[in-house]
């Protein structure tokens, strides 16, 4: 007897169970039947396979025109939450997610990635945000991947971004993020990338927030001469300028120059170039193939007689020197010269110490350079380097005339045959 009580009640469980089974799939599909376009998508929430996990009937028939049926069993972000975790935990929360997360996930199906409601994911953030219509435009941006950079929920960072400036910069630009272990590093860069970088677009290259140089000097002032300078170096004015040479982020060198000394001016001067008042020799190829070079090139770079950015005198030097040829015997005209060369050299006539360009006491340089049509030093000698010592040239320019300078050095002086004169001797001792 009790055995047949115990068949009768275990039938009649599962009666009960297999019933509730079919009803809940029968009231499924008669959701289905009117409802069916909100499941129909790629990706399904997972509570819609029961619509009573969100929908609680009140007992009003269904359908019925203009009144509701049913009731959601909780208001805004606390219905999500009966499934999500709440994690609005961080400093700040972004209000969407505080206030509705159907704002931008549709609740029951959607074709795109985490049931937003439009994709790329910046179709939704426009819904709210604004965005800025530039020339030039952050990858992810471009892409549409806001949250690249910011967590659409919440975040401790400002701005919702997914991590401090400039580490969040970091998780795309390696290289930059390679500068920043150098042993200098540019104070704008070093605090945040924004400094001179728009987030977002910008009308200039690089999404700078200022055409350089003009964003260079927001911080580095602008010398008052720079209008009145009678040389400006060629680099300086065009689209790179100020990053032609310095690193706008890190360097291992000093004022964050790319290399170090005359290695820097080599990655422009490795050619002939071309300007406005004539051409520049290439410099590398000179100084690399000669025999003398001038011992400040070798020991400190170009920088000893030339201005990198500009310059009140000519060819951006440092200092005072001929343009022309011809020029009175007056010091004060080569005195870039004379800032390592010692001024006896031009005004005594004889000496035995001064020069070693002298037959017996005789001042060479004197008889060339003296009187008020002086000759320049380069009509003799290359500034930068030459195959003869004492920096020689192989020819001396005469108006359209190049003439062979013919000199020969011995131990105890030289000599030369140029076309404006015979050869000459001179013996020092």
């Excluded at 300028?241 to 001067?269: I, V």
């Excluded at 500009?310 to 030097?317: A, G, P, R, T, V």
Aim: aromatic letters at 6%; hydrophobic letters at 25%; proline letters at 4%.
């Amino acid at each position: 007897m009790t055995r047949k009580i115990l068949h009768i009640k275990t039938t009649v469980s599962l009666i009960i169970f297999f019933i509730s089974i079919s009803l809940s799939v029968f009231s499924q599909n008669k959701c289905n039947e009117c409802h069916n376009s909100l499941i129909s998508k790629t990706t399904v929430h997972a509570p819609v396979d029961d619509c009573s996990n969100c929908h609680t009937d009140n007992g009003k028939s269904h359908p019925l025109q203009n009144q509701k049926s049913f009731t959601l069993a909780e208001n805004g972000t606390a219905l999500c939450y009966l499934c999500h975790d709440a994690k609005n935990t961080k400093a700040n929360i972004h209000p969407p997610a505080d206030e509705n997360c159907t704002i931008c996930h549709s609740p029951h199906g959607s074709d795109n990635k985490s049931l937003l409601i439009k994709s790329p994911v910046s179709e939704n953030c426009t819904e709210c945000h604004e965005p800025e219509k530039k020339k030039f435009t952050h990858n992810p941006v471009a892409k549409g991947e806001c949250n690249k950079c910011h967590n659409p929920h919440q975040s401790d960072n400002a701005k919702f971004l997914v991590d401090k400036k400039p580490a969040v910069c970091f998780s795309c630009h390696e290289k930059q993020k390679s500068e920043s272990l150098m042993s200098n590093i540019h104070q704008p860069f070093d605090d945040n990338c924004s400094n001179c970088h728009n987030n977002h677009s910008s009308d200039n290259k690089k999404l700078l927030t200022d055409k350089t140089p003009n964003l260079c000097y927001g911080c580095h002032e602008l010398p008052n001469n720079f209008e009145t300078a009678k040389s400006v170096h060629s680099v300086y004015k065009d689209e790179k300028n100020c990053a032609n040479c310095h690193s706008p982020h890190a360097s291992e060198n000093e004022k964050f120059l790319y290399k170090q000394n005359a290695d820097l001016c080599y990655t422009c001067h490795n050619k002939t170039i071309k300007t406005e008042i004539g051409s520049i020799d290439n410099i590398y190829q000179k100084i690399s193939k000669s025999k003398s070079v001038h011992v400040p090139i070798e020991s400190d770079g170009c920088s000893i007689c030339h201005v990198p950015h500009f310059s009140e005198f000519n060819f951006l030097l440092n200092d005072e020197y001929p343009k022309t040829e011809y020029v009175a015997a007056d010091f004060k005209n080569f005195q870039l010269c004379f800032n390592c060369h010692e001024t006896t050299l031009l005004t005594s006539q004889n000496t035995e110490s001064a020069t070693n360009f002298r037959n017996s006491k005789q001042n060479l340089h004197f008889v060339h350079i003296k009187g008020k049509k002086g000759r320049n030093c380069n009509l003799c000698h290359d500034i930068h380097a030459s195959q003869n010592l004492h920096l020689i040239k192989e020819t001396v320019v005469f108006g359209s005339w190049e003439m062979n300078m013919n000199y020969i050095s011995n131990s105890n002086g030289g000599s030369c045959l140029p076309a404006c004169h015979g050869e000459k001797k001179y013996i020092r001792n």
